[in-house]
């Protein structure tokens, strides 16, 4: 089927950022593509069928457990044909979703907003209430000889640079303090309030009652892990209240509600074990989340393969996450080594024994393409060694592929039969993930994070402190996917986009023509009102990305962008009339009408070229750089005879920006390469670091920056940052955004009109270094996009805003709110201040340009846009200085 070959070329692609539609489409995948295969496209594509050992066996297991709960004999039966290993038909496992329910909000929320569950005593009394958890972080423990009911302590480290909320644990008996570990993050986050702010003290039992006049607690281990470095299970207790008084009511309030979350906290980790690995209870949680927000997208067998995933072995699912993670797509065993596993022929075992893991042990077990990517295994030494066991010559300095190559033609050949069992010879026996075990799980990736731009590696980044998310209320109302045909239809157009963009990197242009032609086709076969609704200025319009037919659209355009390369400019405008006529609300209109009327003038069609042009202005969604770029279009093409009537834009289009020149002694300025100057200490430079020198020596002092859109879109949302992360339905779907999904939408303002209008009075008025000063200091270090905390520094932040003034901020970042997507690139290169006294200044945008370079529509646009703002800019052209005798 197409969307198997289109999941499988060749090995794992790591493409992390920007690539087809902004988003990672490789599934690591492992099967090649025939061309005949492509042909069949269209007929009941992307039905990810699991294998069937998987789904046999999943079966089998998942019926002893529906008719006799926890049925030893018949797991037995089992596990002695080697088909399964143990499962968990508790309640715990059983997933359920209901979006409208608040129960089932809570797990999408960020880390301060937890699940509510429910409590056997009142949180009204806390006296004895018993809070179970674990020490983490046990390989920076001491060594000492813990016995359950062992004392603690928990002391408070705010300094640790990885969470500020730390808290230590350590033994705390005779006198003798060494540390144990950490309490986890998320318990942390409520407990080190209640030890700031409250006073109150973990210690150990002798001596607690004297420590807080408030809150007694008593902290002891509660058993021992087999491995030193294993989580150390603990429980606190709360020995007694005393308060009295009306302030100390009021604390009371507070630190029952502390508590109470703490509880909750700990509450929601007994769904996973405590001997799971980080990465492991990471995996389960993404399991997990996708089937309870998405239960309606998977059929039975593939629900089936997520459940009982999580009861397989620790050492399975370890196994199993560690390769997924990996390259691949087959891992010699004998190179496998991971210090958590125990037991990795138990694991392999257990794993292809379920179908979630595939080997190759002796000849028979290879397949397909099996061969070719297990010979990548080998090192070049070892190829060198299998083509003399081969009587095979070989010439000094080859690359590894020629070696692969040169092996796999005389086996295809016949003149080297014994290949396979040579190779295996050499690697031992080799594992894989299964490609539809791989494929699932790819998917529920995708479901999970919403993107191709994050994996795993996200939940490994805020557990170490290196990335910290937003807090935001996730409130879910509509499902991205009404139907799982709609689903299966989006992930068919994900598979024909890879193809697309794996072909266009390979130049493979029969693939390229295919997917083109593929995608028209689902476009053209799409009723109107489907790709009108799907697009149109709803509240849920940004959810329109994750439609087919959306997809389908952006394979179009990189097909009309691969045209217009061929120069086979009739193909490329029949598919731009098709995507304006189909896509009648989007607003890519400007730059596709942009296209048709440059592609109509290639072909001659002049006249058709100039009301193509003179229609696309008439749009409301021809917007920014493409609506510039058409106004001169018409303007140029629209002269008499074509035209008599001038436009109304004509004397805005036609204004002046002032320029300034700037002459250096060039390094190089050879066209198509980025020019080159000597600057004023002697050193090499850009344009841009010649103009800044320039500006700052005799320009009249200025300070600047080259940013670009940088400082401008760090500035938009440390002042609105209370807007972009209201609480607005649907825009937050998953923990790991740095924006809302709306923020690229016209619906991004109009929704939160009354939340960005005050802040725009304010602005206005004179308050924004204020705002964002104090947005600064709260939001530190915080992902947020657009926010680059590192590149610029707040004290030329504050003196980037105070120097352009409120009412200029505030029209700019109005118009940017309004249309984030077409105003957040292609600003001026510089941004450049100086004071008049303490607390006035002024500032200028400068677009530089270097020798046979001008500017673009988009740059042209900004600049016009600029001064209609009442900013000062200007553009500074650098060229070589004359050469004297």
Request: glycine residues 6%.
């Amino acid at each position: 089927m197409f969307s198997d070959t289109c999941l499988a070329r060749g090995t794992k692609r790591k493409l992390r950022q920007r690539t087809l539609l902004q988003l990672n489409f490789s599934s690591q995948s492992k099967v090649g593509i025939q061309s005949s295969e492509l042909d069949q496209v269209g007929v009941n594509v992307v039905q990810r069928a699991p294998d069937n050992i998987l789904c046999d066996t999943l079966h089998k297991l998942h019926d002893c457990h529906s008719v006799n709960g926890d049925n030893t004999t018949q797991y037995k039966a089992l596990m002695n044909s080697e088909s399964v290993l143990s499962t968990d038909s508790s309640a715990e496992n059983k997933i359920t979703c209901d979006i409208n329910g608040e129960a089932d909000k809570s797990t999408l929320l960020p880390e301060n907003k937890m699940p509510k569950y429910e409590m056997n005593e009142t949180m009204d009394d806390m006296s004895g209430q018993l809070l179970k958890t674990f020490v983490v972080g046990r390989k920076f423990s001491e060594e000492v000889m813990l016995y359950p009911g062992a004392n603690i302590s928990l002391l408070r480290d705010p300094n640790n640079i990885k969470d500020n909320n730390a808290i230590k644990v350590v033994y705390a008996e005779s006198g003798c303090y060494k540390m144990l570990g950490f309490i986890r993050r998320e318990l942390a986050q409520y407990l080190s309030p209640l030890m700031d702010k409250y006073l109150l003290s973990f210690e150990s039992v002798q001596n607690v009652h004297d420590i807080y006049h408030g809150l007694a607690l008593q902290g002891c281990v509660t058993s021992i892990p087999e491995q030193s470095h294993d989580v150390l299970p603990i429980q606190i207790t709360c020995q007694n209240e005393i308060f009295s008084g009306e302030k100390e009511c009021e604390d009371l309030q507070v630190v029952r509600s502390l508590w109470e979350n703490a509880f909750r906290v700990a509450e929601s980790a007994k769904t996973h074990p405590l001997s799971m690995a980080k990465y492991q209870q990471n995996f389960s949680v993404l399991i997990h989340e996708v089937l309870r927000s998405y239960p309606h997208l998977f059929s039975r067998d593939e629900k089936i393969i997520f459940e009982t995933f999580t009861s397989l072995s620790d050492d399975s699912q370890r196994l199993f996450v560690r390769l997924y993670t990996r390259k691949g797509p087959w891992f010699r065993i004998s190179n496998l080594s991971y210090p958590e596993i125990s037991d990795y022929n138990q694991a392999i075992k257990e794993l292809s024994a379920t179908g979630y893991m595939c080997s190759v042990g002796s000849i028979s077990d290879f397949q397909d393409n099996d061969l070719k990517e297990v010979l990548y295994l080998l090192t070049v030494s070892e190829l060198r060694e299998v083509l003399c066991k081969l009587k095979k010559k070989c010439k000094p300095g080859t690359r590894k592929q020629d070696f692969i190559a040169l092996l796999l033609s005389s086996y295809a050949d016949g003149l080297c039969p014994a290949l396979p069992n040579v190779v295996l010879e050499k690697t031992g026996p080799c594992v894989q993930i299964s490609l539809s075990a791989e494929s699932l799980f790819w998917c529920a990736e995708r479901l999970f994070f919403l993107n191709g731009e994050q994996d795993l590696s996200a939940f490994l980044l805020v557990d170490l402190g290196i990335i910290k998310y937003p807090n935001y209320n996730c409130i879910i109302s509509k499902q991205i996917f009404s139907s799982r045909n709609d689903f299966l239809a989006y992930e068919e157009a994900i598979e024909v986009a890879q193809v697309m963009d794996q072909s266009l990197d390979e130049n493979g242009t029969e693939f390229v023509l295919r997917c083109i032609e593929v995608s028209d086709s689902r476009i053209s076969n799409s009723s109107h009102e489907e790709a009108r609704s799907l697009t149109s200025e709803s509240p849920a319009a940004f959810l329109s990305c994750f439609s087919a037919v959306w997809v389908y659209s952006k394979v179009v355009l990189l097909g009309v962008s691969f045209l217009e390369r061929e120069r086979r400019y009739k193909d490329a405008i029949i598919l731009l009339k098709q995507l304006l006529k189909h896509f009648t609300s989007d607003r890519r209109r400007g730059y596709w009408t942009l296209r048709l009327s440059i592609d109509l003038e290639h072909v001659g069609c002049l006249n058709e070229s100039l009301s193509v042009a003179e229609d696309g202005l008439l749009d409301p969604l021809v917007r920014a750089g493409s609506r510039m770029a058409l106004q001169r279009r018409v303007l140029r093409l629209g002269k008499p005879p074509r035209r008599w009537k001038t436009p109304s834009f004509s004397e805005s289009v036609k204004r002046k920006i002032t320029e300034v020149h700037v002459q250096g002694r060039p390094l190089n300025c050879r066209t198509g390469m980025k020019s080159r100057f000597y600057g004023e200490d002697g050193e090499q430079c850009g344009v841009e670091e010649l103009a800044m020198q320039y500006y700052g020596r005799e320009g009249g002092g200025w300070q600047s920056v080259h940013t670009e859109s940088g400082i401008w879109l760090t500035i938009f949302g440390l002042l609105l940052w209370d807007a972009i992360f209201a609480d607005v339905p649907d825009v937050f779907r998953t923990r790991f955004q740095t924006a809302p999904l709306d923020l690229e939408t016209d619906s991004f303002y109009e929704v939160r009109k009354t939340i960005i209008e005050p802040i725009l009075v304010k602005i206005y008025d004179g308050a924004a270094e204020e705002i964002l000063i104090t947005s600064w200091e709260t939001n530190l270090g915080t992902s947020c996009r657009g926010v680059n905390w590192n590149r610029h520094s707040l004290s030329e932040l504050r003196a980037a805003v105070t120097c352009i003034g409120g009412p200029c901020l505030a029209s700019f970042f109005r118009h940017l709110a309004q249309d984030y997507r077409s105003w957040s690139s292609g600003m001026p290169d510089l941004l450049l201040w100086r004071f008049h006294g303490d607390y006035r200044g002024e500032a200028k945008l400068v677009e530089v340009k270097g020798p046979n370079d001008r500017l673009s529509e988009q740059q042209r646009a900004w600049l016009l846009f600029l001064m209609d703002c009442g900013f000062n800019t200007e553009v500074c052209k650098v060229s070589p200085a004359p050469v004297t005798e």
